[in-house]
């Protein structure tokens, strides 16, 4: 399939009324606790505080990702070794707490094999080769360790002095698992649920069926007879599809926003913007990118069935010209840098987020 330059007439109006982005007008005073953002009939009331724990007994660095396991309990993973995993209750409460050595620990998926809960953990080291920390390791949800998957070198993969740092993992139905190399070669790698190599796909570069910065990859579930990879390429502010044994299907624009990995939940795609770019380029011409990112301007997207962008909380409203989505940017001054959107069955939101001066994960309450 060509590379999806515009969607439906149908979504070409707008859904609300963009907004002169804060950083062109000054940054705005903080958005209080309980301020109500979103479109649409995706508008949150926003509780900042809900996560708060005693950071002199469970300290954080940056919040990367969160997954919400059969038991309804929130499991978060960060880079802090006093404590990489955090587990909440919904209404915030601390209820247990575990790993002491993933360094870089970034990316968290749930699967569960009919019987039990696992967990893998992307522990991204940045920039490591060969020899170096970098790993994906499968464990339980207290924190016994079952499995590792490590360089690609050692299953014939890739050179032995290819970069590679894994950022995130997504599991098939019949077990594979897919690796999202994000910060190094930028390759989604499948293994078998026994952590055989099976293939390679993706890779660094702007062509077609390639990825830069393959920050998040999932299965996309949502047509059950043709589940599919969608990764991130979120240098590139997009979303690419694949089949499982990895031939690209098409691109979903995502205008001025660095996506970080793309959450499935009913119908809907949710994602964490990391940032967004004062550099408004023309979103009809996929050869465009921005160069450059702005501090502090992360929001939240949502993308209906359709893969059309439906609300932003915390940015400027979807806005659809001659069926091309607009350049979507920081509107309110919630968030810092959106990394992770977790959803529970009343359809709230827990945001982690990186580089956010050591804060604990926001709750985005569904109204």
């Known amino acids: ?127 490591s080769t060969k020899g170096g920390p970098s790993s994906v390791v499968k464990t339980t949800t207290y924190g016994r360790e079952i499995m590792k998957i490590e360089h690609p070198s050692h299953y014939g993969a890739y050179p032995e002095d290819l970069g590679w740092s894994p950022t995130e ?71 690419k599809r694949f089949t499982l044994d990895g031939k690209y299907l098409e691109t979903i624009q995502m205008p ?4 970080c990995r793309p959450v499935i939940d009913g119908e809907n795609i949710y994602a964490g913007v990391c940032w967004s770019t004062p550099n408004l380029y023309n979103p009809e011409d996929s050869n465009t990118h921005p160069v450059k990112t702005s501090p502090n301007s992360g929001f939240v997207t949502i993308l209906n069935k359709e893969d059309t962008v439906v609300s932003n909380p915390g940015g400027t409203a979807p806005e659809y010209k001659k069926g091309f989505l607009q350049p979507m940017l920081q509107k309110e001054e919630v968030f810092m840098h959106c990394h992770d959107v977790c959803v529970d069955e009343d359809k709230n939101l827990y945001i982690c987020q990186w580089n956010a001066q050591n804060t604990y994960p926001i709750k985005l309450e569904r109204i």
């Open 1 to 127: 399939m060509k590379r999806r330059n515009f969607i439906q007439e149908t979504a070409s109006l707008a859904i609300g009324t963009t907004v002169l982005p804060s950083f062109y007008i000054g940054r705005p005073k903080p958005t209080l606790s309980e301020a109500v953002i979103g479109h649409g009939d995706f508008r949150y009331k926003v509780h900042k505080n809900w996560g708060n724990l005693d950071s002199s007994t469970h300290p954080v660095k940056d919040c990367h990702e969160m997954v919400m396991d059969s038991k309804g309990r929130l499991i978060m993973v960060g880079n802090h070794t006093r404590n990489n995993i955090l587990i909440y209750d919904k209404s915030g409460k601390l209820l247990d707490f575990w790993g002491i050595r993933y360094v870089a620990g970034h990316g968290l998926t749930l699967w569960n094999d009919g019987e039990e809960d696992f967990l893998f953990i992307a522990d991204a080291h940045w920039g």
């Open 256 to 259: 001025a926003a660095y996506v």
């Open 169 to 239: 993992t997504a599991v098939a139905p019949n077990g594979d698992i897919y690796i999202a190399d994000g910060y190094g070669a930028c390759y989604i790698l499948q293994f078998n649920h026994k952590g055989e190599f099976i293939r390679k796909f993706g890779g660094k570069g702007d062509g077609e069926d390639q990825l830069l910065t393959a920050h998040g990859v999932c299965i996309d579930n949502r047509d059950k007879d043709h589940p599919t990879v969608l990764a991130t390429s979120r240098a590139t502010n997009c979303f």
